[in-house]
């Protein structure tokens, strides 16, 4: 008999991309839009971790490397390290 096993999947979070091509936000919005997306982020892994999956699947665009900054990459290696 095969054994139950939890997995996370996620993918599309276009981390250097603003949300629904939100480009032109005021000033003071555009970090609380920025800051949104990162905090859904954290979010889905801090459920993942606390459901105890198994393996993580993170499935393609979630942040390019050409269009990103290096706080972007930054929090994608620090949020795949968690």
Not at 33 to 52: C, F, G, Q, S, Y
Not at 74 to 82: E, G, I, L, N, S
């Amino acid at each position: 008999m095969l054994e139950p096993f939890r997995f996370f999947v996620a993918g599309d979070w276009r981390l250097d991309l603003p949300p629904g091509g939100l480009t032109d936000l005021p000033g003071a919005l555009a970090p609380v839009v920025r800051e949104a997306a990162r905090n859904a982020v954290k979010a889905a892994i801090d459920a993942a971790l606390a459901a105890k999956v198994d393996f993580s699947l993170l499935a393609g665009d979630v942040v390019d490397p050409q269009q990103a900054g290096a706080g972007d990459l930054t929090f994608v290696v620090d949020q795949f390290k968690r």
